[in-house]
């Protein structure tokens, strides 16, 4: 796209350094957060850009048409606001995961925490992971878990119970002594 000379950068660096600050400070006022305060300023400065006869019109007129389009802006962005309800993220985010375990990072170290689980199971004897296996994921008791691997009850619930303690001793080490 080629602009006259008049709209060349350095008219537009000029033309912000000595509106913008004084524009963006009035804005301000009259929005709910700095954001959208920037917004309205590039629109304004865009809409500078995108006016042909703006570079043509004196100083004092170029900046009297700057403040007349802030105010419409403005104008229109409370416009807008009426139709749209709006809560500032500052004031969300602490309630955008209230439980901790729903949020993403918990999510992936409860991964990470499953991944290395299987890996240390995956290490343990065979019977041992079979009786895992038969308690947590058919929730079998001890006595039924018995009968199919053809043990006594007892055997079953020593090999459990030190199964789950030697996971718990890997895990501790695996997280540096941290009790979860």
């Known amino acids: 796209m080629n602009l006259p000379d008049a709209y060349s950068e350095s008219w537009l660096a000029l033309l912000y350094r000595k509106y913008a ?107 041992q992971q079979n009786i895992l296996r038969l308690r947590f994921e058919q929730n079998l008791s001890c006595c039924e878990i018995a009968l199919r691997l053809n043990k006594q009850e007892n055997t079953v619930r020593v090999a459990l119970s030190r199964s789950l303690n030697m996971l718990r001793r890997i895990y501790r080490q695996k997280t540096g002594g941290v009790e979860v």
């Open 21 to 127: 600050r004084s524009l963006l400070t009035y804005i301000r006022m009259h929005t709910s957060t700095n954001e959208d305060a920037e917004d309205l300023i590039v629109e304004v400065f865009l809409v500078a850009l995108e006016n042909q006869k703006f570079a043509t019109l004196p100083e004092k007129a170029q900046q009297a048409w700057l403040w007349r389009v802030a105010k419409n802006k403005l104008v229109d962005g409370y416009r807008r606001a009426r139709h749209r309800q709006q809560v500032a993220l500052e004031e969300v985010a602490e309630y955008l995961y209230e439980d901790e375990a729903a949020s993403p990072e918990f999510a992936v170290v409860q991964q990470e925490d499953y991944a290395d689980l299987w890996n240390f199971i995956q290490s343990l004897p065979a019977l």
